[in-house]
């Protein structure tokens, strides 16, 4: 299992196969269509919804604008609490902190609370390369690890899999994991439930070293939060005497109090709860405020490590920074008719759906053909921003991602200078905006280019023509007036020569959206 799947193919043809899985579509139109009408009711019950969405988006860009500052109070308050912070530039340097702070403690297996950041690192590859074995605790990423599979979506990594298909793997790999599944196991969720509690229990009670995330990061307390639904979050925060938290720079907020907002709308932004279930906070190392560790509950060494990995890039960009504020609720996965359609595999990232198009092609760049394909993964629909509880304009930094790719490619940086890697596919593209570009830039051309084609247009194919224009075979193209705008201008002189001006009939104004029948 790896956590950045580059190197899969393009959207378009990872999408390709996976709407032709009529189990997985089936998988995945009942778990969203359930989620999402959830959501729906849960919002409705918060009469300031609309306020509690903005708050947290200004929080979000405030913390973002002045992130060094946030990051070094936060640095402070860690270590005053006993924890020691280490800093990541990217994901090779994450793994090789992790990996020596879990060698020094001797120990040879870890317990992890679910966590897209060490996901995204590839960390439990890296382990394994150095004789470390990672379980995973959450249900669903147990399912993912045991059956040797990838995570689909964010808030249920094994959304594409059905009751049957888990009981088969739970029967199968459990025995190579550790306690293996009871005989006889059925496909009902209580069962399926407890097979996976008493092997885990094994595990959490074993553990002398704990990995994990965080949902968020406090500044000015060192707190850190994770939100979960099963319990096993907590046990792997409080039972190993080590634990080890990576995270990524932007999950910081300045306040305690900042985390009012948050805790209100992730919970029924995610799984339309009005309250999270498990909510642990921790702040440095237990027993760092009292007298005597042994009678404190939690770890008695804590390290944090902020990975970077992309996002001091991101930051860079002033439209794609705002993918940053993101909360992981998988709100917009559950809307998206394309994520429904494809699946999260197809992304190629541990970012699915429309907030992995627009974020893994700025944490990685848009040099592969993955990520250089996942900002056309998209039917711009807006769909994803209206339930953004951090108001994320997702069609808008798609647009913004698109143009880059059409442009150039990946941004680097050459000494002084920012150079545009060329991109492959959109050469026609770029020819195009070339031309539109001189032309608008060239009013006399401009002006010959519209006679021509209003001259010409019986002859307009009605539909786009070429091979492969199965998307535009069921849409006309837009009919071309008779004449150019600009010579209807001159002929009328500006409308005000035109018949019905002379009768009384309805002049220019009406015309220009003034009139009554300018919405029809």
């Not at 090779?92 to 020596?100: C, K, M, Q, S």
Request: include cysteine.
């Amino acid at each position: 299992m790896s956590g950045t799947f580059v190197g899969m193919p393009a959207f378009p043809k990872a999408a390709h196969e996976a709407v032709h899985n009529a189990t997985l579509r089936g998988n995945l139109r009942h778990a969203t269509h359930t989620i999402r009408a959830k959501r729906a009711k849960a919002v409705t019950e918060v009469s300031d919804w609309a306020e509690l969405r903005e708050a947290g988006k200004r929080i979000k860009d405030h913390t973002l604008r002045h992130l060094d500052r946030y990051l070094v109070q936060l640095e402070e308050s860690v270590t005053a609490a006993g924890g020691t912070v280490h800093w990541a530039a990217d994901a090779d340097e994450a793994n090789r902190i992790v990996t020596y702070l879990v060698k020094a403690t001797g120990e040879t297996e870890v317990v992890k609370v679910k966590s897209m950041a060490t996901q995204e690192i590839g960390l439990n590859e890296a382990l394994e390369a150095e004789g470390i074995r990672a379980y995973e605790t959450d249900l669903a990423e147990l399912i993912v690890q045991l059956g040797k599979d990838r995570p689909s979506h964010i808030l249920v990594p094994a959304i594409h899999r059905n009751r049957g298909e888990i009981r088969d793997i739970f029967a199968k790999e459990m025995s190579e994991w550790g306690r293996p599944a009871p005989d006889g196991l059925t496909d009902t969720p209580a069962e399926l439930a407890e097979a996976a509690r008493l092997h885990l229990r094994e595990k959490f009670l074993r553990a002398k070293v704990g990995i994990s995330g965080a949902n968020f990061m406090v500044a000015d307390t060192g707190t850190l939060v994770v939100v979960e639904s099963e319990g096993n979050g907590r046990m792997c925060l409080t039972l190993p005497e080590t634990l080890i938290s990576v995270v990524g720079i932007e999950k910081i907020v300045p306040t305690w109090q900042d985390l009012e907002v948050f805790l209100q709308t992730l919970p029924r932004s995610s799984t339309a709860e009005r309250m999270n279930p498990y909510t642990s906070m921790w702040t440095g190392t237990a027993g760092s405020g009292t007298t005597d560790s042994d009678t404190a509950d939690g770890p008695s060494t804590f390290h944090l490590v902020l990975i970077d990995n992309g996002r001091t890039d991101t930051l860079a960009d002033e439209v794609g920074r705002q993918a940053l504020r993101c909360i992981r609720c998988s709100a917009c996965l559950n809307v998206c008719p394309v994520y429904e359609r494809a699946g999260g595999h197809a992304y190629g990232s541990v970012y699915p759906g429309p907030i992995g198009a627009i974020l893994s092609p700025q944490l990685r760049g848009t040099a592969s053909e993955i990520d250089s394909s996942l900002p056309y993964a998209s039917s711009l629909c807006g769909a994803c921003y209206e339930v953004c509880p951090v108001a994320i304009d997702i069609p808008e930094v798609l647009v913004h991602l698109r143009e880059r790719v059409a442009q150039g490619g990946q941004v680097t940086q050459k000494g002084a200078k920012v150079v545009l890697k060329p991109a492959k596919g959109h050469a026609a593209e770029r020819a195009a905006m070339r031309a539109a570009g001189w032309a608008f830039t060239h009013p006399a051309a401009l002006r010959t280019g519209q006679r021509l084609a209003s001259r010409t247009r019986r002859f307009h194919p009605r539909t786009l023509p070429g091979p492969g224009m199965a998307w535009s075979a069921s849409r006309a193209l837009p009919t071309l007036p008779a004449e150019p705008f600009r010579d209807w201008w001159q002929r009328t002189n500006g409308g005000r020569t035109e018949q019905g001006v002379a009768d009384g009939g309805p002049s220019l104004r009406g015309r220009a959206g003034g009139g009554e029948d300018s919405g029809k």
